[in-house]
Nanobody
């Protein structure tokens, strides 16, 4: 059974940094894209970043240049390094695994992901 467990969230001042981790278990993930999404209060969940099976990365425009997604060599943990944080980055952050093997696009759609973590809260104070 696939399990995703996020950690690393917390309270940080604007301009600060946090690193989120997503520990994945239950199968081999090397053939799958893994992404981060977030949901702010009163808003829909939105795409943040993804790393695909080739190691290519893609980001939402709102975080480009500030966030960096990576995965470890064993491909069981995905990280989201967040820098220059802003109050508008406040949200619950979720990691997810793409349902498709060797996917080549459409990483931004929630419907392409079939396993999700429980989420970790990130709060950025002004």
């Amino acid at each position: 059974q696939v399990q995703l467990v996020e950690s690393g969230g917390g309270l940080v001042q604007a301009g600060g940094s946090l690193r989120l981790s997503c520990a994945a278990s239950g199968r081999t993930f090397s053939s799958y894209a893994m992404g981060w999404f977030r949901q702010a209060p009163g808003k829909e969940r939105e795409f943040v970043a993804v790393i695909n099976w080739r190691g290519s990365t893609y980001y939402a425009d709102s975080v480009k240049g500030r966030f960096k997604i990576s995965r470890d060599n064993a491909e069981t943990t995905v990280y989201l390094q967040m820098s220059s944080l802003k109050p508008e980055d406040t949200a619950v952050y979720y990691c997810a695994v793409d349902r498709r093997t060797h996917a080549s696009g459409s990483y931004f759609r929630e419907t392409e992901y079939d396993y999700w973590g429980q989420g970790t809260q990130v709060t950025v104070s002004s």
